[in-house]
């Protein structure tokens, strides 16, 4: 147990020993084990826009053993994914991997301008599946945010009455933003924030942008001078949104994108003290070779071996 685990964990004190253990097994496995740092692989994409937008250019990926086994040989801190992809896999790498059972999801066969999610599995199969955490997907922004919330809550308390860590993809979109608005910094920074005080361990949100969306806030950033000229500066500022740094924060590696644009992301996550990344679609939409290199050179990155 390194020093950057106990401190991490220590924040953790009002929760159960169940969840610091599930906590730790993440933190302590794979290539960043004990540094503080976390890659973690999420392949919900298939559910949530279709399998062949999916995984049409990397067919293996249609396999649910695929990411098991590029989760493992890459060396994630877990693997995160709805219920039939980890029922597919689960008992064939138990204990190779930690699991996150995700458990709301949504299709986009009908375009919602508020969009909502379906809960589709529960922290009962997430222990029948040998998993470390649950995940769950609010939309700060949406028309239908506050029953989200208090579904989460739900959720949230029955996960952590069983040991369970609780992951929470916080992505504001909806009527209540513009199209800017969904990874403007000030909504970005809030929807991190609005995580966390729902009770998350590890709060996902994406890469926040220059931009401000509301008015009250942008006097108050501009008043104070709140530094957002870099992306560094705005991951430090989401980083700090959630509790002075007090909880894990991780950030969307979103759709596929050129080496080098997602290499200078993840430097910097890293400079503004981001806890790590979740990416899935710019490494499962890669022949396995390619995904593993791709996948080392970001914990190289998080590690401090790469500059």
Not at 80 to 85: Q, Y
Not at 94 to 105: E, Q
Not at 141 to 146: D, F, T, V
Request: charged share 20%; net charge neutral; with cysteine.
């Amino acid at each position: 147990m390194t020093k950057q685990i106990k401190e991490i964990l220590s924040w953790y004190a009002g929760d159960s020993p169940g969840i610091l253990t599930n906590l730790a097994r993440m933190l302590n496995h794979g290539m960043l084990a004990g540094t503080g740092k976390m890659v973690i692989l999420p392949v919900d994409q298939g559910f949530e826009h279709g399998p062949g937008r999916s995984f049409a250019m990397n067919p293996p990926a249609y396999n649910p053993h695929y990411h098991f086994e590029l989760a493992i040989e890459s060396g994630c801190n877990a693997y995160a994914a709805p219920l039939g992809f980890l029922e597919a896999g689960a008992a064939e790498f138990a204990g190779s991997v930690p699991l996150i059972l995700k458990l709301n999801s949504h299709d986009v066969l009908l375009e919602e301008k508020d969009p909502y999610q379906a809960v589709t599995g529960s922290a009962k199969d997430a222990l029948r599946l040998g998993c470390v955490g649950v995940g769950y997907t609010i939309y700060p922004g949406s028309a239908h945010r506050l029953e989200m919330y208090q579904t989460l809550r739900e959720i949230a308390a029955e996960a952590k009455a069983v040991g369970l860590a609780v992951v929470v993809w916080s992505y504001p979109r909806g009527s209540g933003l513009s199209k800017k608005g969904e990874t403007a910094i000030d909504v970005t920074a809030y929807a991190a924030h609005i995580a966390a005080q729902l009770g998350a361990h590890i709060v996902k949100v994406k890469l926040p942008s220059g931009h401000i969306e509301q008015d009250a806030a942008r006097k108050v950033y501009e008043g104070t001078k709140v530094p957002i000229g870099t992306l560094a500066d705005r991951v430090r500022h989401v980083v700090q949104s959630t509790f002075s740094g007090r909880r894990i924060v991780i950030f969307s590696g979103g759709a596929k994108e050129e080496d080098k644009v997602v290499f200078d992301e993840i430097r910097a996550v890293r400079d503004g003290g981001g806890f790590g990344s979740i990416i899935g679609r710019n490494s499962f939409q890669r022949p396995r070779a390619e995904a593993l290199d791709f996948l080392a050179t970001i914990m190289n990155i998080y590690a401090g071996k790469a500059k």
